[in-house]
């Protein structure tokens, strides 16, 4: 018992012995900073410790980090195609848009620029082949078109209409094997006649005289005779002449001015009185 006592006392002592010697340490340290040098060396000793404790932790974070920048750049990038891909298809719309109101306007203008009363429609269908070259268009007798009347672009003759019902139109072009348009040459005042052969960028005129007053470049305009269509109206420009010295005649090869084959909108010309 008696040694038991002595060992706890004992043990006192050295514990009041080292809180003295700290208190005496931490006095001396916060008066005089003798101990700074040491604990910065201390520091500077435990840094590679420190970091080696707190590597998991900051690869957690940063592989954490990571994974979530990538699903959100991977998220951004989807969405950015996306808007692109919108952004795309609202611009070939416009671009569209901007070519039809093109059309539209010269459409408008040529009207502007015609004596005759016009009816204006649109391309239902197109049936172009080298045995049949004719469009429906979406006007017929309830908005006063009937057979007989010419078909324009705001360029030039696309054709006439052969066939009408009540909503709807076929016109014939005159590019269709068995179509002719009475023509006139603008410079020389030559008549003649323009027959289609199946093909949109070509008309034919047959058997002119070799003396004709005639030069590639030349433009043709309708005539008016025959009744069917207004005189003065563009049909074509001739691209090449063919002589045949031994009969005596040329053959002539004219590219139509209408867009015979892309023209979505027309002018249905009525005639006068």
């Excluded at 002592?13 to 010697?21: E, H, N, S, W, Y």
């Excluded at 014939?172 to 960028?201: C, K, M, W, Y």
């Excluded at 563009?234 to 063919?242: H, L, N, S």
């Amino acid at each position: 018992m008696r040694q038991r006592l002595l060992e706890t006392r004992s043990a006192t002592i050295r514990v009041l012995l080292l809180v003295g010697i700290c208190i005496a340490l931490m006095i001396a340290d916060h008066r005089q900073n003798y101990f700074e040098v040491f604990r910065s060396q201390l520091s500077l000793a435990l840094s590679p410790l420190r970091y080696l404790v707190s590597l998991p932790a900051l690869t957690g974070n940063w592989v954490s980090d990571w994974y979530i920048s990538q699903t959100d750049l991977l998220v951004e990038n989807a969405a950015l195609r996306a808007e692109g891909r919108k952004l795309n298809a609202r611009l070939q719309k416009m671009q569209v848009l901007l070519a039809e109101n093109t059309r539209l306007r010269n459409l408008l203008g040529a009207s502007r620029n015609l004596a005759d009363e016009v009816i204006v429609a649109e391309l239902l269908s197109v049936d172009q082949n080298p045995y049949r070259q004719v469009i429906e268009i979406n006007k017929g007798t309830n908005d006063g078109v009937q057979i007989g009347f010419a078909v324009i672009d705001d360029f030039g003759v696309m054709g006439q209409v052969i066939h009408v019902n009540r909503h709807s139109s076929t016109t014939i072009l005159i590019s269709d094997p068995e179509h002719a348009i009475p023509v006139q040459f603008i410079r020389s005042g030559t008549r003649s006649v323009a027959f289609g052969n199946g093909s949109a960028d070509r008309l034919e005129l047959r058997y002119l005289p070799a003396t004709a007053d005639i030069r590639v470049g030349d433009e043709l305009v309708t005539s008016g005779l025959g009744g069917r269509f207004p005189a003065d109206y563009p049909v074509a420009t001739v691209t090449e002449i063919k002589q045949n010295l031994t009969y005596g005649f040329v053959s002539i090869t004219a590219k139509p001015k209408a867009r015979l084959d892309s023209s979505r909108e027309v002018l249905i010309i009525k005639p006068a009185g």
